[in-house]
């Protein structure tokens, strides 16, 4: 079964628990960026004063550089797969993103692929150079090989985009007697499968959602949930 993890870096999310969006697939449907389809992927939010660097005694409380308030932090892959650059030299139009195509899996006796984009990443790639030498993995995008979790951008402000954010579509296609069908964008909420991380998506007033592995929970149950998650990480924690 294929399946999504954070694809923000564990330090910049809430607590190391609590990773906020601010915008859901299939929303806005009648705003003119998105059309009748609506926003066609999710957004992450990245801005913050604070990251949560994990040690012995828990997730320890530091302040972020002025670039990671600013949004900028790093980006890590949903699943395993191949990167592919997706740039463009218009910048206010289409910017710039990376393509994760996953291998291509049975699923209910058909072969389906998926591939992951990772929109409004920021430019150069040497911006990512602070980040374990990520520069190293990625300087020939064209074909790298990455795992989940393997730091593969820094997210920014790049095309159409109101501040720096993370939009992450999710593609699935699959293959018949024909060949590969197109690509189909799809929902990514129902693919996230993180067992320490929860989801809160946040509207203002009291309008709220919150999900937990890709189910939408009521409020009440994720507090519950994160609850849970602190209790076991407590049992690694000295």
Not at 89 to 98: E, P, V
Not at 103 to 110: L, S, T
Not at 133 to 139: H, L, N, R, Y
Request: charged letters at 25%.
């Amino acid at each position: 079964m294929f399946t999504l993890r954070c694809p923000i870096h564990r330090n910049y999310i809430n607590g190391g628990i609590i990773c906020e969006l601010t915008q859901l697939f299939g929303e806005n449907k009648n705003a003119l960026f998105y059309g009748a389809e609506g926003h066609t992927g999710i957004d992450f939010a990245t801005q913050g004063e604070w990251l949560f660097r994990k040690t012995g005694k828990g997730f320890v409380k530091e302040q972020r550089t002025e670039q990671e308030k600013d949004g900028r932090i790093p980006l890590v892959a949903c699943h395993s797969g191949t990167l592919t650059a997706v740039l463009s030299d218009d910048k206010q139009g289409q910017g710039w993103g990376i393509y994760c195509t996953s291998e291509p899996i049975q699923e209910e006796n058909k072969l389906v692929q998926y591939r992951t984009l990772y929109w409004h990443i920021e430019t150069p790639w040497a911006s990512l150079q602070r980040f374990w030498k990520v520069i190293e993995v990625i300087k020939n995008l064209r074909r790298t090989k990455v795992v989940t979790g393997s730091i593969i951008a820094i997210a920014g402000n790049n095309g159409l985009s109101t501040g720096p954010h993370l939009h992450l579509s999710l593609d699935k296609r699959v293959k018949n007697n024909f060949g590969w069908t197109s690509w189909e964008r799809i929902d990514p909420m129902p693919y996230f499968d993180d067992t320490e991380i929860v989801y809160h998506m946040w509207y203002g007033g009291a309008d709220e959602k919150s999900f937990d592995k890709g189910v939408e929970v009521t409020r009440e149950e994720f507090n519950k949930r994160i609850e849970e998650i602190k209790k076991f990480q407590s049992q690694f924690y000295v």
